[in-house]
Protein backbone atom coordinates (compact mmCIF):
# COMPACT_ATOMS: atom_id res chain seq x y z
CA UNK A 1 0.00 0.00 0.00
CA UNK A 2 1.22 3.66 -0.92
CA UNK A 3 1.04 6.51 0.70
CA UNK A 4 -0.69 9.65 -0.69
CA UNK A 5 2.93 11.04 -0.32
CA UNK A 6 4.95 8.32 -2.53
CA UNK A 7 1.69 8.82 -4.70
CA UNK A 8 2.41 12.67 -5.36
CA UNK A 9 6.42 11.55 -5.69
CA UNK A 10 5.48 9.12 -8.31
CA UNK A 11 3.13 11.62 -10.17
CA UNK A 12 5.53 14.13 -10.54
CA UNK A 13 7.83 12.12 -11.24
CA UNK A 14 6.03 10.76 -14.31
CA UNK A 15 4.88 14.93 -15.23
CA UNK A 16 8.85 15.23 -15.09
CA UNK A 17 9.41 12.64 -17.84
CA UNK A 18 7.03 13.74 -19.64
CA UNK A 19 8.32 17.07 -19.64
CA UNK A 20 11.71 16.27 -20.35
CA UNK A 21 10.72 13.76 -23.32
CA UNK A 22 8.57 16.82 -25.28
CA UNK A 23 11.44 19.26 -24.54
CA UNK A 24 14.07 16.81 -25.82
CA UNK A 25 11.69 16.20 -28.90
CA UNK A 26 11.10 19.44 -29.42
CA UNK A 27 14.90 20.16 -29.15
CA UNK A 28 15.89 17.53 -31.45
CA UNK A 29 17.83 16.10 -28.92
CA UNK A 30 15.62 12.59 -28.28
CA UNK A 31 18.12 9.65 -28.80
CA UNK A 32 17.62 6.35 -27.07
CA UNK A 33 20.71 7.49 -24.47
CA UNK A 34 18.57 10.47 -23.49
CA UNK A 35 15.46 8.55 -22.65
CA UNK A 36 17.51 6.10 -21.04
CA UNK A 37 18.75 8.84 -18.58
CA UNK A 38 15.22 11.00 -17.89
CA UNK A 39 13.39 7.48 -16.95
CA UNK A 40 16.55 6.81 -14.98
CA UNK A 41 16.94 10.11 -13.03
CA UNK A 42 13.03 10.39 -12.68
CA UNK A 43 12.93 6.44 -10.81
CA UNK A 44 16.52 6.92 -9.11
CA UNK A 45 14.46 10.28 -7.50
CA UNK A 46 10.76 8.31 -6.22
CA UNK A 47 13.33 4.68 -5.70
CA UNK A 48 15.57 6.49 -3.17
CA UNK A 49 12.43 8.47 -1.06
CA UNK A 50 10.12 5.27 -1.38
CA UNK A 51 10.50 2.29 1.43
CA UNK A 52 11.71 -0.75 0.01
CA UNK A 53 9.02 -3.32 -0.43
CA UNK A 54 6.33 -0.67 -0.62
CA UNK A 55 5.34 -1.53 -4.41
CA UNK A 56 5.65 2.00 -5.21
CA UNK A 57 8.89 1.57 -7.47
CA UNK A 58 7.14 -0.92 -9.27
CA UNK A 59 3.82 1.25 -9.99
CA UNK A 60 6.25 3.93 -11.15
CA UNK A 61 8.14 1.63 -13.77
CA UNK A 62 4.72 0.94 -15.10
CA UNK A 63 3.46 4.16 -15.47
CA UNK A 64 7.12 5.35 -16.54
CA UNK A 65 6.79 2.88 -19.32
CA UNK A 66 3.27 4.02 -20.45
CA UNK A 67 4.17 7.54 -20.54
CA UNK A 68 7.07 7.02 -22.88
CA UNK A 69 4.79 4.75 -25.42
CA UNK A 70 2.17 7.38 -25.32
CA UNK A 71 4.80 10.23 -25.85
CA UNK A 72 6.59 8.82 -29.00
CA UNK A 73 4.34 6.44 -30.41
CA UNK A 74 4.79 8.44 -33.63
CA UNK A 75 8.63 7.22 -33.86
CA UNK A 76 7.65 4.29 -35.81
CA UNK A 77 10.60 1.38 -35.67
CA UNK A 78 12.34 3.49 -33.27
CA UNK A 79 9.72 2.99 -30.46
CA UNK A 80 11.37 -0.50 -29.69
CA UNK A 81 15.04 0.97 -28.86
CA UNK A 82 13.12 3.65 -26.86
CA UNK A 83 11.35 1.23 -25.08
CA UNK A 84 14.32 -0.72 -24.27
CA UNK A 85 15.85 2.26 -23.33
CA UNK A 86 13.36 2.87 -21.16
CA UNK A 87 13.18 -0.78 -19.06
CA UNK A 88 17.07 0.03 -19.00
CA UNK A 89 16.59 3.19 -17.72
CA UNK A 90 13.82 2.13 -14.96
CA UNK A 91 16.23 -0.58 -13.98
CA UNK A 92 19.26 1.87 -13.51
CA UNK A 93 17.04 4.16 -11.48
CA UNK A 94 16.29 1.28 -9.62
CA UNK A 95 19.89 -0.10 -8.51
CA UNK A 96 21.22 3.50 -8.53
CA UNK A 97 19.01 4.15 -5.24
CA UNK A 98 19.23 0.89 -3.81
CA UNK A 99 22.75 0.88 -4.39
CA UNK A 100 23.19 4.19 -2.13
CA UNK A 101 20.76 2.82 0.18
CA UNK A 102 23.58 -0.49 0.65
CA UNK A 103 26.53 2.30 0.90
CA UNK A 104 25.23 3.99 3.34
CA UNK A 105 24.15 1.14 5.53
CA UNK A 106 27.58 0.17 5.16
CA UNK A 107 28.94 3.03 6.00
CA UNK A 108 27.01 2.96 9.16
CA UNK A 109 28.09 -1.00 9.77
CA UNK A 110 31.87 0.59 9.65
CA UNK A 111 31.30 3.20 12.13
CA UNK A 112 29.56 0.57 14.37
CA UNK A 113 32.63 -1.28 14.37
CA UNK A 114 34.87 1.03 14.89
CA UNK A 115 32.51 2.45 18.32
CA UNK A 116 32.92 -1.18 19.17
CA UNK A 117 36.49 -1.42 18.84
CA UNK A 118 36.84 1.61 20.87
CA UNK A 119 34.33 0.31 23.47
CA UNK A 120 36.08 -3.04 23.64
CA UNK A 121 39.60 -1.18 24.32
CA UNK A 122 37.84 0.89 26.76
CA UNK A 123 36.41 -2.10 28.70
CA UNK A 124 40.10 -4.23 28.42
CA UNK A 125 41.66 -0.57 30.04
CA UNK A 126 39.20 -0.39 32.87
CA UNK A 127 39.61 -4.82 33.13
CA UNK A 128 43.23 -3.92 33.58
CA UNK A 129 43.05 -1.05 35.91
CA UNK A 130 40.43 -2.89 38.19
CA UNK A 131 43.08 -5.87 38.22
CA UNK A 132 45.42 -3.41 38.80
CA UNK A 133 43.57 -1.91 41.95
CA UNK A 134 42.93 -5.41 43.23
CA UNK A 135 46.26 -7.08 43.12
CA UNK A 136 47.20 -3.45 44.78
CA UNK A 137 44.85 -3.92 47.64
CA UNK A 138 45.44 -8.13 48.10
CA UNK A 139 48.96 -7.35 48.36
CA UNK A 140 48.57 -3.99 51.36
CA UNK A 141 46.91 -6.60 53.00
CA UNK A 142 48.89 -9.83 52.95
CA UNK A 143 51.94 -7.39 53.65
CA UNK A 144 51.73 -4.93 56.43
CA UNK A 145 53.44 -1.72 56.07
CA UNK A 146 55.95 -2.27 59.04
CA UNK A 147 57.09 -5.17 57.26
CA UNK A 148 58.01 -3.74 54.19
CA UNK A 149 57.92 0.04 54.86
CA UNK A 150 58.67 0.72 51.06
CA UNK A 151 55.38 -0.25 50.12
CA UNK A 152 52.97 2.88 50.49
CA UNK A 153 55.97 5.00 48.84
CA UNK A 154 56.26 3.00 45.35
CA UNK A 155 54.25 5.45 42.33
CA UNK A 156 55.06 4.17 39.35
CA UNK A 157 54.39 6.80 36.25
CA UNK A 158 51.65 6.78 34.61
CA UNK A 159 49.41 6.13 38.26
CA UNK A 160 47.44 7.98 39.83
CA UNK A 161 47.78 6.31 43.19
CA UNK A 162 51.15 4.31 44.42
CA UNK A 163 50.62 1.07 43.23
CA UNK A 164 53.00 -2.08 44.10
CA UNK A 165 52.90 -5.38 41.68
CA UNK A 166 54.57 -8.65 42.64
CA UNK A 167 56.60 -8.24 40.21
CA UNK A 168 58.19 -4.44 40.83
CA UNK A 169 59.02 -6.92 44.96
CA UNK A 170 61.03 -9.05 43.40
CA UNK A 171 64.06 -9.13 41.69
CA UNK A 172 64.37 -10.40 37.82
CA UNK A 173 63.82 -13.81 36.94
CA UNK A 174 66.92 -14.21 35.61
CA UNK A 175 68.94 -13.41 38.97
CA UNK A 176 66.78 -16.28 41.10
CA UNK A 177 69.00 -19.00 41.19
CA UNK A 178 71.98 -16.99 41.67
CA UNK A 179 70.61 -15.43 44.58
CA UNK A 180 69.08 -18.74 46.03
CA UNK A 181 72.74 -20.56 45.75
CA UNK A 182 71.29 -22.34 42.97
CA UNK A 183 74.25 -20.83 40.41
CA UNK A 184 75.25 -22.83 37.61
Do not use: Y
Not at 62 to 74: C, D, M, R, W
Not at 132 to 148: G, I, W
Not at 159 to 174: G, I, M
Amino acid sequence: MTSPLEEKQTHQQIEQIKTDLRKAQQEGQLRTERIREIVRDAVAQVAGEVKQGSGEIQVLAKEALNVVIETLQGRGKELRDDLAASIEGIIDGISHARRDAINQSQAEVNQLQAQIQQQEEQLNAEIEGTLTELETDALQRTLPSSSCPFINRIQPAGFRSPVVRLSWLLPPAASWPARAGMGR
